[in-house]
């Protein structure tokens, strides 16, 4: 083993000879510095790459949009939103087809910035789309507590708000190893990563840095190879073993746990995040009593089951073909880190056969 | 000449009467003054010697001013960059304004002010020019049409279908500060940093280029779309590989920040005063050398080279030191947060 | 899932924060954070600062090679 110490993490990963093994990066943050960085380029062929359920928007069913466009068109509201959610198709337009037939839609940083806008904006109605895991949701429930300080009647938000804990249960049998999200468990802390070890599954918390994740996938072949469940911690310097204690508290306060749409795996009971009763003035779903839409994806779109890991972005029929970047079908050709769009933007022929 | 203080542009200036010739004798002749720009219907020019080059540009900036200059310099900056991208010396331009009423005179003049130091440096004559004013919110201030027409200098052919494997790729400064700079002056995401616009004209950056050699394959100027979208063009329009050196690729710390905060690739961001020159790998070395002479290219880099394998790739060498393709551009670009 | 920024406070006042990157600057919330100071790194995620940080990654991961090896 005396040899071994001097080996690098890269040095592990190129040289693996152990079984095959299918290592899931849940977050699409992850999946998408791992084709910048060129990582799939350094895997032996036993080791399998397969890009999970985390990107939020890429997880955004079609109906999400559809509530979005009929509130910006049929009830004249400004839509605040994060950048990735612009093109994501709804059944019948885009956010950015909405916008082409004269609907508000800013772009904003943060959910701050879109209720700092509602209320330099006391005239218009103004709905945030509140997307995203453990990590986003404090950030939109701090900018809900703002809005009450500030008076506005004029800010709430649209939720399709995600937790984690109940895809790992639906995701268990797709992987051997999970790269868990690093930023998620900044928030929640590792408890839960560790019960699942008990129950046969492994993981380990990456970061995002180059070194992080050559040093996680490392440590998931080298603890892999000796047999046993194992779970580590490898971005200590971000993720603490209890999380935020403070972001826990702040969405225990303000939001419960409801049902939930996920593109692709379909309904994931309780895996939602809502607003509790308390705070149901800022839920735009029911302050504008927005009929139930049920939204509609085009049937030859198998963003569902690349989202599943069961069929690589370049299975589906109109992958590169039809659904672009620039004209994206589904979800996960939109977002930066939608497989579909990682496949497309990197996918030279070496990373597309070992995806 | 009566003050322009407090005045601002109505429906009357762009009717064609009395006062749209005070318009134009305020601001756009007072400023344009040469000896070919004319009061009449067309500008009669002598034509060059040998071939010409033409090239026309619509301008619309929000804002329309910004930290490193104005529409009109850009105006002026962008047609003139596009002609010397084809080794054309600029010789005349025309330019057309849509102006939105009540659009502040003293901010039009400030314009007109910077386009006439602009072309003076670019050695350019506005010879022709056309006024309309547009009702309020039919255009947002102002938008500014340029054309502009150049002499190819003798023994000079560069275009985009000419790179060929084994050219090294040049950029002539640090990437995206255009970009940055408008996304930071929109003030739409709260974000402070210290970037100006690299607008420039480029002729003279040009000029010593070739005047250092004539071995020069392409020349383009990386506007819209950035550094990240030339390169894909030539990649398609030549049919070579693209091998980039991310590392080497110079970004202003602060535009990195940036790019960052908004989960944006430097890359794509429009740039109003970098070219990338692509030339046999041979005479790399003494066009940088060149380059970092003259003041708007101090910081010019080789990039990369142009490859056989891959056609219409572009391959990047990661910081771990993979190869890893060049995302393509995505149409819009849109902050991220996931 | 969530793309973060690795910043230095640079200010504090009142539950918000001036976190500085390369020489972008921007307020942020640093409501999740007590007793933050300026010279802290911190990880940003949509305008809010989640957590306080190392900001290298040379001693973690090598670390982690320790005790993997």
């Known amino acids: 083993m005396g040899e071994e110490k001097k080996r690098t993490a890269r040095e592990i990963i190129e040289n693996y000879d152990g079984p095959a093994v299918r290592i899931m990066e849940v977050c699409g943050t992850h999946t998408h510095e791992i084709f910048r960085l060129g990582i799939r380029k350094l895997l032996p062929p036993q080791v399998e790459l397969i890009s999970g359920p985390g990107c939020p928007v890429c997880v955004t069913p079609v109906g999400f949009i559809d509530e979005a466009v009929w509130l910006a068109l049929e009830k004249n509201v400004t839509i605040c939103t994060f950048g990735d959610l612009v093109r994501v198709p709804g059944t019948k337009m885009s956010l950015a087809g909405a916008r082409e037939k004269g609907a508000k839609i800013r772009i904003v940083y943060s959910p701050a910035d879109a209720e700092k806008y509602a209320l330099e904006h006391l005239e218009e109605q103004v709905v945030f789309l509140s997307v995203g895991f453990e990590t986003t949701t404090p950030a939109e429930c701090l900018s809900v507590k703002q809005a009450k300080k500030d008076e506005l009647s004029n800010y709430s938000l649209l939720m399709a708000n995600k937790a984690m804990p109940q895809a790992y249960e639906a995701l268990k049998g797709s992987a051997d190893v999970f790269l868990y999200p690093g930023h998620v468990n900044a928030i929640t802390g590792t408890e839960l990563c560790e019960h699942l070890t008990e129950e046969g599954v492994s993981g380990v918390v990456a970061g995002f840095t180059a070194k992080e994740l050559l040093t996680a996938l490392a440590v998931s072949l080298v603890k892999f190879q000796e047999g046993k469940p194992f779970f580590v911690n490898c971005y200590p310097r971000v993720v603490k073993p209890e999380g935020s204690r403070e972001a826990q508290q702040l969405t225990e306060e303000m939001t419960e746990a409801c049902d939930s749409e996920w593109r692709g795996l379909g309904v994931i009971p309780r895996s939602g995040v809502c607003l509790k009763k308390e705070w149901s003035d800022f839920d735009a779903r029911k302050k504008y009593n927005i009929p139930p839409i049920q939204g509609k994806a085009n049937p030859a779109c198998r963003c569902g089951d690349v989202l599943q890991g069961k069929c690589k972005p370049s299975d589906c029929k109109v992958f590169g073909k039809v659904c672009t970047p620039q004209h994206p079908v589904g979800a996960c050709m939109v977002s930066n880190e939608g497989a579909c769009s990682a496949y497309y933007a990197y996918g030279d022929n070496t990373s597309a056969t070992r995806g | ?338 | 899932m969530c793309v973060g920024l690795s910043a230095k406070v640079v200010k504090i006042s009142e539950g918000t924060a001036v976190v500085d990157a390369g020489g972008a600057k921007r307020k942020v919330s640093a409501q999740l954070l007590e007793d933050l100071e300026p010279g802290d790194y911190v990880m940003v995620h949509a305008g809010v600062a989640i957590a306080k940080i190392t900001d290298e990654d040379d001693d973690e991961t090598d670390q982690l090679m320790e005790e993997l090896l």
Not at chain 2, 95 to 104: K, L, Q, R
Not at chain 2, 201 to 206: A, E, F, I
Not at chain 2, 231 to 243: D, F, K, T, W
Not at chain 2, 312 to 323: N, R, Y
């Open chain 2, 1 to 338: 000449m009566s003050s322009l203080k407090d005045k601002t542009v109505t429906m009357a200036h762009g009717a064609g009467g009395r006062q749209t010739s005070e318009l134009i004798d305020q601001i756009f002749a007072a400023h344009f003054a040469n000896p070919d720009l004319t009061a009449d219907d067309a500008a009669v020019l002598t034509p060059p010697a040998g071939k010409m080059a033409v090239s026309t540009d619509g301008f619309i900036v929000s804002p329309a001013f910004f930290p490193g200059g104005n529409i009109g310099k850009l105006s002026i900056c962008g047609t003139v960059n596009d002609l010397a991208c084809m080794g054309a010396k600029p010789l005349y331009l025309t330019c057309a304004f849509v102006i939105e009423e009540g659009f502040p005179m003293e901010k039009l003049e400030e314009i007109a002010s910077a386009m006439e130091k602009t072309a003076a440096e670019a050695g350019v004559h506005i010879v022709s020019g056309d006024t309309k004013v547009a009702g309020k919110g039919q255009v947002d201030g102002v938008f500014i049409t340029t054309t502009g027409m150049g002499q190819i200098e003798d023994g000079v052919k560069v275009g985009g279908t000419l790179a060929q494997p084994g050219d090294a790729i040049i950029v002539t400064g640090d990437v995206g500060r255009h970009g940055c700079t408008i996304l930071l002056a929109r003030e739409d995401f709260g974000i402070e940093a210290d970037v100006t616009s690299d607008c420039a004209p480029l002729w003279k950056t040009v000029e010593a280029v070739m005047n250092t050699t004539h071995d020069l394959h392409v020349i383009r100027d990386a506007t819209r779309g950035g550094v990240g979208t030339v390169l894909y063009e030539i990649a398609g329009q030549s049919n070579v590989g693209i091998r980039l050196d991310a590392a080497s690729v110079p970004v202003a710390p602060e535009v990195r920040g940036v790019c960052g905060m908004l989960g944006l690739e430097p890359l794509y961001l429009a740039c109003e005063g970098r070219m990338v020159i692509m030339a046999p790998k041979d005479e790399a070395e003494k066009i940088v050398e060149t380059l970092r002479q003259c003041p708007y290219s101090k910081d010019a880099a080789i990039i990369g080279e142009v490859t056989a394998d891959q056609p219409g790739k572009v391959v990047m060498t990661t910081e771990i030191g993979t190869q890893a393709l060049l995302p393509q551009p995505g149409g819009e670009l849109l902050p991220r947060i996931c």
